[in-house]
């Protein structure tokens, strides 16, 4: 095996991974980079605590670093590397090698180095592959390192049978490519009864019993020249970071199960060994970026995405206004702490889209939280302009919460979408447009043959499909779905109307009196997405039952109405529809959710 000198003192090498919390693999099924923005981040606070934690140790490791968190956080990387710690690339995008082909590959790769370069000054000599290990089939992506300068890869994790006939592939190597020579540090593993398994640190750290753990790392010291490569992530320090409830099963086991352990193993493994990071052990020097990537630094924009120009299917072009028109977004909130930071940084993207047309105001409606959500609206939305927060003495419900925004608003045309974003608000830039006159109100549909749903469960699916199947039997105006909260409302319409059910049976209601009323209703179609922080309030046998009532109200009411105008067309009065709240078919709202 072909390694450098070993030092008196066996020192092995450290690597972290230099990444925020909702940029992980395994939550990529429910977050793509394009939503990134919208996250709260908790990279800043991880790495600190890293380097603090290193410091503590007297240790110098590599930190492999998405070329995003480079570009949006330069500071960042640079304190990294002014501590005297290595920055090498993770990528840019937290993308797979088998999503990419050699061209985007190289693409990537020299657009991550370039946005490190810039961010610290000096030379990246190392590459790590962001998603998944390397393997055999993979070599190729060693050949485009080699020739791009690198002078290292730490990618492969060999697992199973994989190279069992070349046992120096477990072990840090230099790999001949076809024309150059790479080093490359794999991820280190044990080898039991011919298997290669892993025991680098990072996820295997927290899912396997520290004493096997202990034992297999121990084992290596003891017998092993070669250099253990330990690694773990920034985000591995935090088990307060927010759930992602969204994600499969299996991933949060991956993402979180004991989370919590890991800032008491992974000091215990930098006080038992010593370790170096990757460009020391090869005694690699410190070497300045080229010049002209050095004088693009600081020349990029805070936004990395831009977003499509439609968020919904059937969306229509706008045409530049005259005059903006006012409107206000009313934003119902029940134990929302944890989405309203994620909606801050979206409604801040949808200002951004919808202000060449629109003038936006706000309306929060607290539903009289048990969390901290007031408190956090406040510190997230005080500054916001025209923006006014309203909180209910007692919990309501969330068609309750919608009418208080609706009845406090200033303007004609109102928007009411949901707090956690599973109706991504940039959809209104396809509801507004049809608020045309004599429409009365546009309700978003996934149903629509149009829309889309990604991924709900399907017997939520199913149950809300059944009964927006069955309101479609009964009501005037035929719609794929009845119960979305995500509208546009005309206030001269809807601000007077009163409420039997307060809670989500009155989202519904809404449209069956409007229906009632003879008002027009509009279907657009848009994507419903699961919820990704937090937890749904939607008790679901209580929701069935209610339903089921409001669906028998409603046949009962449409047969009193059908009789009342027989009767009027028979004396030749003309029947007239109330709400004031003085038609006994229209009763005052109920108080409880």
């Known amino acids: 095996m072909d390694s450098p000198a070993s030092p008196k003192e066996k020192v092995h090498v450290l690597t972290i991974h230099l990444e925020d919390y909702f940029q ?17 981040t908790r990279v800043e606070k991880n790495t600190v605590k890293t380097l603090e934690l290193l410091e503590e140790h007297n240790l110098k490791a590599t930190f492999f670093c998405l070329g ?12 990294v590397s002014e501590k005297g710690h290595e920055v090498a690339s993770k990528g840019y995008l937290h993308r797979s090698l088998r999503e990419m082909q050699p061209g985007e590959f190289r693409s990537d790769l020299i657009q991550s180095r370039e946005a490190i370069e810039r961010a610290t000054g000096k030379k ?20 485009i390192l080699a020739e791009e300068g690198f002078s290292y890869d730490s990618s492969f994790c060999p697992l199973g049978r994989e190279f069992s006939g070349d046992r120096s592939q477990r072990f840090a190597h230099r790999h001949k490519t076809s024309s150059h020579d790479i080093w490359e540090f794999p991820l280190s593993t044990v080898s039991l009864l011919g298997f290669s398994l892993p025991i680098a640190g990072g996820n295997y750290l927290r899912q396997i019993p520290d004493f096997l753990m202990r034992r297999a790392v121990a084992h290596w010291d003891a017998t092993c020249e070669s250099p253990f490569v330990m690694y773990f992530h920034v ?27 890991m800032s008491r193993v992974i000091p215990d493994y930098l006080s038992r ?3 170096k990071s990757i460009a020391e052990f090869l005694d690699l020097p410190d070497q300045p970026a080229a010049p002209h990537v050095v004088e693009l630094n600081g020349s990029l924009g805070s936004r990395l995405f831009s977003l499509p120009s439609s968020h919904g299917r059937h969306a229509q072009a706008r045409k530049p206004l005259k005059e903006p028109i006012p409107i206000t977004i009313v934003v119902p909130c029940y134990n ?23 003038v936006i105001s706000y309306a ?29 003495p007692r919990n309501l419900g969330v068609a309750a919460a919608i009418m208080t925004g609706i009845r406090n608003a200033k303007t004609e045309l109102i928007c009411s979408i949901d707090c956690d974003c599973t109706y991504d608000p940039h959809q209104l830039e396809s509801l507004l447009p049809l608020m045309e ?23 939520r699916l199913g149950l809300s499909k059944t009964l927006s199947a069955i309101y479609g039997l009964i009501v005037r105006q035929k719609l794929a779905t009845y119960t979305s909260c995500f509208r546009v409302y005309r206030r001269s319409t809807v601000a007077e109307i009163q409420l039997q059910e307060s809670g989500f049976l009155g989202v519904a209601e809404m449209v069956i009196l409007l229906d009632l009323l003879g008002r027009r209703i509009v279907e657009c179609p848009a994507v419903l997405e699961v919820r990704l922080l937090g937890q749904s309030k939607m008790k679901v046998l209580r929701t069935i039952l209610g339903h089921l009532r409001l669906i028998a109200r409603l046949i009962w009411e449409k047969r009193d109405l059908r009789k009342n105008r027989l009767r009027d067309a028979h004396s030749g009065s003309i029947p007239k529809v109330s709400t004031d709240g003085n038609s006994p078919s229209l009763p005052t709202a109920n108080q409880g959710r």
Not at 71 to 76: A, F, H, R, S, V
Not at 336 to 358: I, M, W
């Open 24 to 40: 992980v693999g395994t939550l990529r099924s429910v977050i793509p980079p394009k939503n990134w923005y919208r996250f709260e």
């Open 68 to 79: 995003w968190i480079a570009d949006q956080l330069p500071g960042l990387v640079r304190a």
């Open 124 to 143: 990246v000599h190392g590459f790590r592959a962001a998603r998944g290990w390397m393997h055999e089939q993979d070599f190729w992506a060693l050949d």
């Open 235 to 261: 985000w591995e320090l935090d088990p307060q970071q927010p759930r992602i409830n969204a994600a499969p099963l299996f991933q949060r086991i991956r993402q979180y199960r004991n989370l919590g352990k």
């Open 273 to 275: 060994y010593s370790f």
């Open 336 to 358: 929302e702490e944890l989405s309203l930071p994620y909606l801050a940084n979206t409604l801040k993207s949808v200002e951004e889209r919808l202000s060449p047309d629109y």
């Open 364 to 392: 929060f409606v607290d539903d009289n939280s048990k969390d901290a959500t007031w408190e956090t609206l406040q510190k997230i939305f005080g500054n916001f302009p025209r923006c006014d927060t309203i909180r209910h």
């Open 437 to 459: 006159e004599g429409v009365d109100l546009v309700t978003a549909s996934p149903y629509h043959p149009l829309g889309k749903v990604l991924n709900v469960p399907g017997w």
